[in-house]
């Protein structure tokens, strides 16, 4: 398991980079086929140059070392000018939605609010959302990939965990539609090991029921900046977002890292 975990981050630190989209792994791919090429005809070309003289052997040889000298001024010329952009937008609607749950700093005002709206007391027309607290932006970010999302995936610490529970009645309460919304606690927002382990996990386990990395989102909006950042570092990989709610007008945009040239 060890040296699994070894090769992996090995792989991904040298070479993740020229697997992050589908038509830069076909390029690597083609450039990996004619190195193969080149490198076989090397040695079949001196095997039959030097004791017969054959003409065929003298092209392999030159084509093989032009093919790899030309690669070589490619990648000394290009290797150095990748660069990383970010491309923002309003995301499209996803089928599962990845989001930090801040702890309440006053649970029971939340729990009469969720009691009014079930007896009819509230209503959610003309309704101050502020009043969610900060569970205003995970009810943001909810209600924009309606009616298309299905999945809740909400990542817990040690101190928004034991509310879970409230959260949970809230989305039930606000929401039509029967969401499935499960819990993943971790010990603290401030382990990145552990904020990566768990959201590799996630992934893996929504692929396992049917739902492709294209149709799963990060929010990035609630917790800390440690598990924001570490969570938007999660998707480089390729067909991975995240999305961050405004604290200013509540707008949700994605944002895609990717690695381009200039």
Same mark, same amino acid.
């Given at each position: 398991?060890?040296?699994?975990?070894?090769?992996?981050?090995?792989?991904?630190?040298?070479?993740?980079?020229?697997?992050?989209?589908?038509?830069?792994?076909?390029?690597?791919?083609?450039?990996?086929?004619?190195?193969?090429?080149?490198?076989?005809?090397?040695?079949?070309?001196?095997?039959?140059?030097?004791?017969?003289?054959?003409?065929?052997?003298?092209?392999?040889?030159?084509?093989? +070392? *032009?093919?790899?000298?030309?690669?070589?001024?490619?990648?000394?010329?290009?290797?150095?000018?990748?660069?990383?952009?970010?491309?923002?937008?309003?995301?499209?609607?996803?089928?599962?939605?990845?989001?930090?749950?801040?702890?309440?700093?006053?649970?029971?005002?939340?729990?009469?609010?969720?009691?009014?709206?079930?007896?009819?007391?509230?209503?959610?027309?003309?309704?101050? *959302?502020?009043?969610?607290?900060?569970?205003?932006?995970?009810?943001?970010?909810?209600?924009?990939?309606?009616?298309? *999302?299905?999945?809740?995936?909400?990542?817990?610490?040690?101190?928004?965990?034991?509310?879970?529970?409230?959260?949970?009645? *809230?989305?039930?309460?606000? +929401?039509?539609?029967?969401?499935?919304?499960?819990?993943?606690?971790?010990?603290?927002?401030?382990?990145?090991?552990?904020?990566?382990?768990?959201?590799?996990?996630?992934?893996?386990?929504?692929?396992?029921?049917?739902?492709?990395?294209?149709?799963?989102?990060?929010?990035?909006?609630?917790?800390?900046?440690?598990?924001?950042?570490?969570?938007?570092?999660?998707?480089?990989?390729?067909?991975?977002?995240?999305?961050?709610?405004?604290?200013?007008?509540?707008?949700?945009?994605?944002?895609?890292?990717?690695?381009?040239?200039?």
């Amino acid at each position: 398991m060890r040296l699994k975990s070894s090769f992996k981050r090995a792989f991904y630190s040298q070479f993740g980079v020229f697997f992050s989209d589908k038509g830069t792994a076909l390029a690597v791919f083609l450039i990996l086929i004619l190195v193969s090429i080149s490198l076989s005809w090397i040695p079949d070309a001196l095997s039959t140059f030097l004791p017969s003289g054959k003409e065929g052997s003298l092209l392999m040889l030159g084509t093989s +070392f *032009l093919i790899l000298l030309g690669l070589y001024f490619f990648a000394v010329r290009y290797a150095s000018e990748v660069e990383f952009d970010v491309f923002e937008a309003p995301p499209d609607k996803k089928r599962a939605l990845i989001l930090f749950l801040s702890d309440l700093r006053n649970e029971e005002s939340v729990k009469k609010v969720i009691e009014n709206l079930k007896t009819g007391k509230a209503s959610l027309k003309n309704f101050d *959302l502020n009043r969610f607290e900060r569970w205003r932006m995970p009810y943001e970010a909810i209600s924009y990939h309606l009616p298309k *999302l299905e999945n809740v995936v909400v990542i817990t610490s040690n101190r928004s965990s034991p509310q879970f529970s409230t959260f949970k009645e *809230l989305v039930r309460t606000v +929401f039509p539609k029967d969401l499935n919304v499960e819990e993943r606690k971790l010990k603290s927002f401030e382990s990145v090991k552990e904020i990566f382990k768990e959201i590799d996990s996630i992934y893996k386990d929504l692929k396992n029921r049917g739902i492709k990395e294209r149709d799963v989102i990060i929010d990035v909006t609630g917790g800390q900046k440690t598990n924001s950042i570490a969570a938007a570092f999660m998707t480089l990989y390729y067909d991975r977002e995240f999305q961050y709610v405004s604290t200013q007008n509540y707008e949700v945009k994605s944002y895609d890292v990717r690695p381009v040239r200039d």
